[in-house]
């Protein structure tokens, strides 16, 4: 496996983390549930945003007009291109991208673990 295939799998990785701790955790707080009862309970749905996330990552670079590809960080060093002027507004790039993905990555399988531990919710589920 090349350096750019690990970037992919690892952004991939982390933008499944992102969008499946954000829906965990608001999920846990809301229905009183915890993230291990929702991964037992939605294992299609979590299959289906993996799938939605992952195509979502690799298939818009098919047919774009600009000079990107499917690799991250070969958007490193461009600027004013349409639809990233306000990702460049906010100093948000594939290096930021890829460190909140595994800061997410860190963060679901810590608040598993602490679940485990305590054998209830961390963000409201099963007190």
Same mark, same amino acid.
């Given at each position: 496996?090349? !350096? /750019? /295939?690990?970037?992919?799998? /690892? ?8 969008v499946?701790?954000? %829906?965990? @955790?608001?999920?846990? &707080? #809301?229905?009183? #549930? #915890?993230?291990?009862?929702?991964? *037992?309970t939605? &294992?299609? !749905?979590? $299959?289906?945003? %993996?799938?939605?996330? @992952?195509?979502a ?6 047919f774009?007009? *600009? /000079?990107? !590809?499917r690799n991250?960080?070969?958007?490193? =060093? ?6 990233? $002027?306000?990702?460049e @507004?906010?100093n948000?790039?594939? !290096?930021?991208e890829? &460190?909140? =993905?595994r800061?997410?990555? %860190?963060g679901f399988?810590g ?5 485990l %531990? $305590?054998g ?8």
């Amino acid at each position: 496996m090349n !350096d /750019e /295939e690990r970037v992919m799998m /690892e952004t991939i990785a982390g933008r499944c983390a992102m969008v499946g701790y954000a %829906v965990g @955790a608001s999920r846990e &707080a #809301t229905e009183a #549930t #915890t993230m291990a009862a929702q991964t *037992q309970t939605g &294992a299609i !749905d979590i $299959l289906v945003v %993996v799938c939605v996330v @992952a195509w979502a990552s690799v298939k818009p670079f098919e047919f774009n007009p *600009q /000079e990107y !590809d499917r690799n991250p960080m070969n958007l490193k =060093g461009k600027s004013g291109m349409s639809g990233f $002027l306000a990702m460049e @507004a906010l100093n948000l790039n594939c !290096d930021v991208e890829r &460190a909140h =993905g595994r800061m997410a990555m %860190v963060g679901f399988a810590g608040t598993a673990l602490i679940e485990l %531990v $305590l054998g209830r919710g961390v963000f409201g589920g099963g007190w």
